[in-house]
């Protein structure tokens, strides 16, 4: 069965403490997988796609990578703007299925 | 700014009683899904179209949920009978077409079934 497991849950970093968000999946067949940022009361935004293993991306404090069973969601130097919750999808190959973890909600104090 | 719209933005309702959730897709995205989030299970598909068509919708409880695009510019979800275990909230999302993967969601619906 496809699956999309998120960890940690919850994670609380004081501003500046960079840190890893991890996403490990199982899947029949991998299209791409995705980074998404969830505020609350809002739908989730679009952060990252990533194709193949090896590949990276990045924006501002955020790095994007991906291996073979895993995603990490790099966080450099956090600021509280960065508090969200933070979810990992994939797509499954020959389908526009997208399966979402259940995200890490990210606390940053000033 | 394009942005997907989604109505009505919270809903209450009984036990019983028939539910419908609106979504107007980005103009000129071909693609429609429907997603359902909760706690419990997070981030849920439900449905998903392409130039209209349905394509899946196995994430669906068949029995009481129905969803479906009269046109282009409107993409329903339906409800009926609602159940307590329907509160949640469903979210619309669009994609261009081609071989972009980007979906751009909308605000959500927030159900709440008494």
């Known amino acids: 069965e496809d699956q999309v497991t998120q960890s940690p849950e919850a994670l609380r970093l004081q501003e500046g403490e960079s840190s890893s968000l991890n996403c490990s999946y199982t899947?029949?067949?991998?299209?791409?997988l995705f980074w998404y940022r969830q505020d609350p009361g809002k739908g989730p935004e679009f952060l990252f796609t990533l194709y193949s293993a090896g590949e990276e991306k990045e924006k501002e404090r955020l790095k994007a990578t991906l291996t073979k069973k895993e995603s990490f969601l790099h966080i450099t130097a956090p600021k509280p703007e960065d508090s969200a919750t933070y979810l990992c999808a994939v797509r499954t190959s020959g389908t526009y299925k997208y399966i979402f973890g259940t995200g890490t909600r990210l606390k940053v104090l000033a | 700014d394009a942005r997907v719209t989604q109505t009505p933005r919270h809903k209450v309702t009984e036990m019983g009683q028939e539910v419908t959730m609106r979504c107007q897709p980005i103009l000129g995205h071909n693609t429609v899904f429907w997603y359902r989030q909760t706690m419990m299970q997070g981030l849920e598909l439900l449905a998903y179209?392409?130039?209209?068509?349905?394509?899946?919708d196995s994430g669906m409880p068949k029995d009481r949920f129905s969803a479906e695009m009269p046109d282009a510019t409107l993409a329903t979800l339906k409800i009926q009978p609602s159940e307590p275990r329907d509160s949640a909230v469903y979210f619309c999302?669009?994609?261009?077409?081609?071989?972009?993967?980007?979906?751009?969601f909308g605000p959500g619906t927030r159900l709440t079934v008494l």
């Open positions: 999302a669009s994609k261009a077409s081609g071989d972009t993967d980007t979906q751009y």
């Open positions: 899947v029949s067949g991998l299209r791409g």
């Open positions: 179209f392409r130039n209209r068509a349905p394509l899946d």
